[in-house]
C-alpha cells in the first residue's frame, strides 16, 4: 500500500517534471568556437558563438547564435534579428553593430537547420515552430520584451512570431519579408519536396549568384555580396550537404504551405515595413507558368497592402533597391531603421 503510494508519487514527480522540460526557457547554453566547422558552416563568426542545446520533437537540438553586448549607451532594449533562408546569423554584422551602437543588445541565432545549427534529419517545420524556439531562447536568456527584426523567411517568421508573443514585443522592422502574398493561391503548382530537394542539392556558387542577382539585386552584381553566397555554398558543400539540402527543401515546403497575409489585421505590435521596391522575389516562380510567374513578387505593390493591412504599421519605401536593402545601401537602410526605432 505505501509502495504503491510511492510509486504513484514517484512516477507524478516524474512526469511533471518530464512535461515541463520541452521549451519554456528550458535547456542549456554553451560556448562553442566561432570558426571551424559547426554542423556544417565553416564560416567565422563575427561575435562569440554559443549553442542553446533544447529538446524539439523527440529529438536533442543545438541552436547556434551570438548575443551582442549594446557598446553606446545601454537603451535596455533587446533587438533579435531573424535571418532569411540564404543567410545566417552573421548576414546581421553590419546592422548589429548599428543597434549595438544605439544602446540595443543584439541577439542572432542561427533557426534550425540553418547555418550552424542542428540539420535535423526529419523535422516538422512550421512558423510556429521556428518563433516557439526563437522565444524559447530568449527565455533561456532571462529576455522579456524583445525588438523583432526579420528579412524575408526571417520577415514571415517575424510576423507569426508577432501573432503568438504580443506581448512580449516592442516592436516589429520587416525587410522585404517573404509572405506579402499566398503563392499557391496564386497559382503556384505543388512541388513535393523530393523535386526540391533535387535542386537544393545541385545548389552552387553560379546558381546562387544568378538566382539572388536577378531577384534580389536588380540585375546587378557587387563583389561585397559574394560574401554571403560562399557562406551558403559552403554549407551545401560542408559535412552536411545532404541533410541541409533536404531541410532546405522541407523549408521552402513550409513557407509555401504556410500563409501569414491572412492574419495581417492581428497584428498587434507597432511595426515598420522597410521595402526595396525593385525585389521580385516569389517562392515557387521559377516553376510556374508564365501568366502566373507575371503576378509574382511585385514588391512595389505589395509594401503599400501590407501597410494597409497591419494596424499600427509604417512603410518606408526604398524604389531602386532589391530584395537585400540592408546589404545593397546599408547606410541608408539604417538611418531609416535607427529612425523609426528611436521614435
Ligand atoms: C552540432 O554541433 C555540436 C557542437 O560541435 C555537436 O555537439 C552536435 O552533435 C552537432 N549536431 C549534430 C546533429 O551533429
Ligand atoms: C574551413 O576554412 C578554413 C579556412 O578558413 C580552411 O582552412 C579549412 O580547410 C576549412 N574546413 C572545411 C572543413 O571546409
Ligand atoms: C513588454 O511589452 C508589452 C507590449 O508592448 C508591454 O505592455 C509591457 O509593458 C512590456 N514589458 C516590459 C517589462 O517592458
Ligand atoms: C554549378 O552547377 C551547374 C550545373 O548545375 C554548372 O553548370 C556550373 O558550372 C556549376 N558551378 C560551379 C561554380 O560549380
Not at 10 to 29: D, K, M, N, R, Y
Not at 181 to 193: F, H, N, Q
Amino acid at each position: 500500500m505505501l509502495f504503491n503510494l510511492v510509486v504513484a508519487v514517484v512516477f507524478a514527480l516524474c512526469t511533471a517534471s518530464v512535461e515541463a522540460s520541452p521549451g519554456h526557457g528550458t535547456g542549456s547554453i554553451v560556448d562553442v568556437p566561432s570558426d571551424g566547422d559547426l554542423n556544417g558552416s565553416n564560416f567565422t563568426y563575427p561575435w562569440p558563438l554559443k549553442l542553446y542545446k533544447f529538446k524539439s520533437q523527440l529529438q536533442d537540438l543545438e541552436m547556434a547564435f551570438m548575443d551582442v553586448p549594446p557598446t553606446g549607451k545601454p537603451n535596455g532594449k533587446v533587438a533579435v534579428c531573424l535571418h532569411g533562408k540564404n543567410f545566417c546569423g552573421p548576414t546581421w554584422e553590419a546592422t548589429a553593430r548599428e543597434l549595438a551602437g544605439a544602446g540595443y543588445r543584439v541577439v542572432l541565432p542561427d533557426q534550425i537547420g540553418f547555418c550552424k545549427s542542428t540539420k535535423p534529419k526529419s523535422y516538422q517545420y512550421t512558423l510556429q515552430q521556428l518563433s516557439y524556439n526563437t522565444h524559447n531562447l530568449l527565455e533561456a536568456l532571462g529576455v522579456e520584451n524583445v525588438t523583432v527584426i526579420g528579412h524575408s523567411l526571417g520577415g514571415m517568421t517575424s510576423v507569426r512570431y508577432g501573432l503568438m508573443y504580443p506581448d512580449s514585443i516592442d516592436e516589429i522592422a520587416l525587410v522585404n519579408p517573404l509572405g506579402l502574398e499566398d503563392w499557391k493561391a496564386l497559382g503556384v503548382p505543388y512541388r513535393s519536396i523530393e523535386a526540391l530537394y533535387k535542386t537544393e542539392k545541385v545548389s552552387n556558387y553560379t546558381t546562387i549568384r544568378e538566382y539572388e542577382q536577378e531577384t534580389y539585386y536588380v540585375g546587378q552584381w557587387d563583389d561585397s555580396y559574394d560574401v554571403w553566397v560562399n557562406m551558403l555554398v559552403d554549407i551545401y558543400k560542408g559535412s552536411e550537404a545532404g541533410t541541409f539540402a533536404f531541410d532546405q527543401a522541407l523549408i521552402t515546403d513550409l513557407a509555401l504551405s504556410a500563409p501569414v497575409i491572412y492574419e495581417f489585421g492581428l497584428l498587434k505590435p507597432r511595426t515598420l515595413l522597410l521595402i526595396g521596391e525593385k525585389d521580385n522575389t516569389a517562392l515557387g516562380k521559377q516553376w510556374s507558368p508564365p501568366d502566373v510567374q507575371k503576378k509574382l513578387g511585385h514588391y512595389d505593390v505589395l509594401g503599400d497592402e501590407a501597410a494597409k493591412a497591419i494596424p499600427n504599421s509604417d512603410l518606408i519605401k526604398f524604389p531602386d533597391l532589391g530584395h537585400a536593402p540592408q546589404i545593397q545601401e546599408p547606410d541608408r537602410f539604417h538611418k531609416a531603421l535607427l529612425g523609426w526605432l528611436s521614435k
